[in-house]
T-cell receptor
Framework: ETGVTQSPTHLIKTRGQQVTLRCSSQSGHNTVSWYQQALGQGPQFIFQYYREEENGRGNFPPRFSGLQFPNYSSELNVNALELDDSALYLC?????????????FGPGTRLTVT | AQSVTQLGSHVSVSEGALVLLRCNYSSSVPPYLFWYVQYPNQGLQLLLKYTTGATLVKGINGFEAEFKKSETSFHLTKPSAHMSDAAEYFCAVSRMEYGNKLVFGAGTILRVKS
């Protein structure tokens, strides 16, 4: 069984650019959550997708947006990149969105904004 | 609002000594509680979780944690530290009304001395 995968592993962008990060969920999982982990901090919840619909959003501006596809893979898009967007972006998938369902994390995408 | 506080951003123990990593949470409703471990340049791995029932929870790699409602705590322990335990540890909480979305603490870096 393949775990959660993310691409790319590392990415360097310039301030003002746009970026797309990708996540393939674990087989059978219909829920994907995205987290931002700044250096020296714990992960912060960005948003969650459940069966292709946004299912909750954290305290992030609208320039952070996402998609979930019919195969339940997901994208995180960030427009107008700022220096503070430099972070490790983690994707997690789960069998469902209910509280009892464990999240399985991918290895993350390290984004550097210069 | 729910929050998680991890006391001590860095903890250093000798190999073979007791590991104690502290976590306190705030939640007005019964929480689900989690401990995750993160090795350098990797994603998060679940160590253990408390949902309902027995308050002493055993996890992987010899770790355990005890849910103490009266103290709003969920401290992580391991009787004897190994060099391989050196990593960053995160405590997290989810609440019923938010499904399985997680709120993380700031993390504790565990150093194991030989």
């Amino acid at each position: 069984e393949t775990g959660v995968t993310q691409s790319p592993t590392h990415l360097i962008k310039t301030r003002g650019q746009q970026v797309t990060l990708r996540c393939s969920s674990q087989s059978g999982h219909n829920t994907v959550s995205w987290y931002q982990q700044a250096l020296g901090q714990g992960p912060q919840f960005i948003f969650q997708y459940y069966r292709e619909e946004e299912n909750g959003r954290g305290n992030f501006p609208p320039r952070f947006s996402g998609l979930q596809f019919p195969n339940y893979s997901s994208e995180l898009n960030v427009n107008a990149l700022e220096l503070d967007d430099s972070a490790l972006y983690l994707c997690a998938s789960s069998l469902d969105s209910g509280r009892s369902y464990e999240q399985y994390f991918g290895p993350g995408t390290r984004l550097t904004v210069t | 609002a729910q929050s998680v506080t991890q006391l001590g951003s860095h903890v250093s123990v000798s190999e073979g000594a007791l590991v104690l990593l502290r976590c306190n949470y705030s939640s007005s409703v019964p929480p689900y509680l989690f401990w995750y471990v993160q090795y350098p340049n990797q994603g998060l791995q679940l160590l253990l979780k408390y949902t309902t029932g027995a308050t002493l929870v055993k996890g992987i790699n010899g770790f355990e944690a005890e849910f103490k409602k009266s103290e709003t705590s969920f401290h992580l322990t391991k009787p004897s530290a190994h060099m391989s335990d050196a990593a960053e540890y995160f405590c997290a909480v989810s609440r019923m009304e938010y499904g399985n979305k997680l709120v993380f603490g700031a993390g504790t870096i565990l150093r194991v001395k030989s």
